[in-house]
């Protein structure tokens, strides 16, 4: 893969950053998306990585999308490959057990606002601005942007989003909950580290067990949700984070 579009890895304190780094838009190419997958899986086992912020590098773009130029060399069959891997890619960040934040700054376009729905949180940067362009060029989201776009703000505002393509600035975006925090210029990447940081001080196994309930239980009727969330909870009951501060409770009586 060559030095200017790959996936990059920084590790601090149980935090992993993840960066999308191919200047100057970060667009995501075929390999990009192939390696991604291939990181996560790793980062999945790995038990000194308790969180996660996946940004742009260079800090002036999030993502601007697919890399297009090599997707119109593509045959039918080929698209569909890759849109496959595509899902699964993003279904895999969005299933790993650690949590997720998104640092979003400038352009988070196409496949690169999927990305960023992918993960649990998004805090953006004042520059942000979120697009789903793809129907401007007669094409659709293509890996799972229709789904978590609609699960989070709601299908009427999703369909006016993807269907007039109109650009989100941060603001809007925070008002519609696709963003939780705005943040000013060159803050947004600080405030995300600094909330992973909390994330993984925490328990690891509650943390585990409280994300794979909300993320399973939305696969699930309503009511099934509160069989799977007493199913987590008792389990957790007998771990030994939990009898540890059982016991260091019962020491401060």
Aim: charged share 25%; proline share 4%; with cysteine.
């Amino acid at each position: 893969m060559p030095a200017e579009a790959r996936i990059g890895l920084e590790h601090e304190d149980g935090v992993t950053v993840l960066l999308i780094d191919h200047p100057p838009r970060n667009l995501l190419t075929r390999s990009m998306v192939r390696d991604l997958a291939a990181r996560i899986r790793v980062l999945e086992e790995d038990d000194a990585v308790r969180a996660l912020v996946v940004s742009g590098a260079g800090g002036t773009h999030f993502c601007g999308g697919l890399d297009m130029a090599e997707w119109s060399a593509l045959s039918a069959r080929g698209a569909q490959e890759e849109i496959s891997r595509g899902q699964d890619t993003l279904l895999a960040l969005e299933r790993i057990t650690k949590p997720t934040i998104a640092s979003v700054v400038g352009m988070c376009r196409g496949a690169g606002a999927e990305l960023a729905l992918a993960c649990d949180i998004r805090i953006a940067s004042e520059t942000a601005v979120f697009s789903h362009p793809e129907v401007d060029v007669g094409w659709m989201p293509s890996h799972g942007g229709t789904a978590r776009l609609a699960r989070i703000v709601g299908r009427s505002h999703a369909f006016e989003i993807l269907v007039s393509g109109k650009t989100l600035k941060g603001l809007d975006a925070l008002r519609l909950g696709i963003v939780n925090h705005l943040t000013p210029p060159d803050q947004a990447l600080g405030l995300a580290k600094d909330l992973a940081r909390i994330f993984a001080s925490k328990p690891r196994a509650a943390v585990r067990a409280i994300k794979r309930t909300l993320v399973e239980g939305d696969e699930k009727p309503y009511r099934n949700r509160f069989l799977l969330e007493s199913q987590h909870a008792v389990q957790l009951l007998g771990g030994e984070e939990y009898k540890a501060a059982l016991s260091r409770a019962r020491e401060t009586k």
